[in-house]
Nanobody, 119 residues
Framework: QVQLVESGGGLVQPGGSLRLSCETS????????MGWYRQAPGSQRELLAE???????DYKDSAQGRITISRDNAKNTVYLQMNSLNSEDTAVYYC?????????????WGQGTQVTVSS
């Protein structure tokens, strides 16, 4: 069974940084793409960044310049480094992975990790 486990969230002051981790139960090379989403209260879940199996990275406008997605194949882990955090970054952050199984794309989600930016 495929599992994604996020960690690294917490309370951070405005201007601070956090690094989120997403560890997968199977090798990350099994996934077509892996990405980070966030969902603030009362808002839809939005994509922040994703990385393809081939290493192509795509950042979305909402966080570009302040975030970096990376991966460690040996640790089956994808990271999201976030800098210059502000209150608008307060949200639950989710890891997503998409895998092709018998020609069908299957999407997997982690349980989410809370990030709260507050002084």
């Amino acid at each position: 069974q495929v599992q994604l486990v996020e960690s690294g969230g917490g309370l951070v002051q405005p201007g601070g940084s956090l690094r989120l981790s997403c560890e997968t139960s199977i090798g990350i090379f099994n996934f077509n793409t892996m990405g980070w989403y966030r969902q603030a209260p009362g808002s839809q879940r939005e994509l922040l960044a994703e990385i393809s199996k081939g290493g192509i990275i795509d950042y979305k406008d909402s966080a570009q310049g302040r975030i970096t997605i990376s991966r460690d194949n040996a640790k089956n882990t994808v990271y999201l480094q976030m800098n210059s955090l502000n209150s608008e970054d307060t949200a639950v952050y989710y890891c997503n992975a998409v895998r092709s199984v018998a020609g069908t794309l299957i999407s997997y989600w982690g349980q989410g990790t809370q990030v709260t930016v507050s002084s």
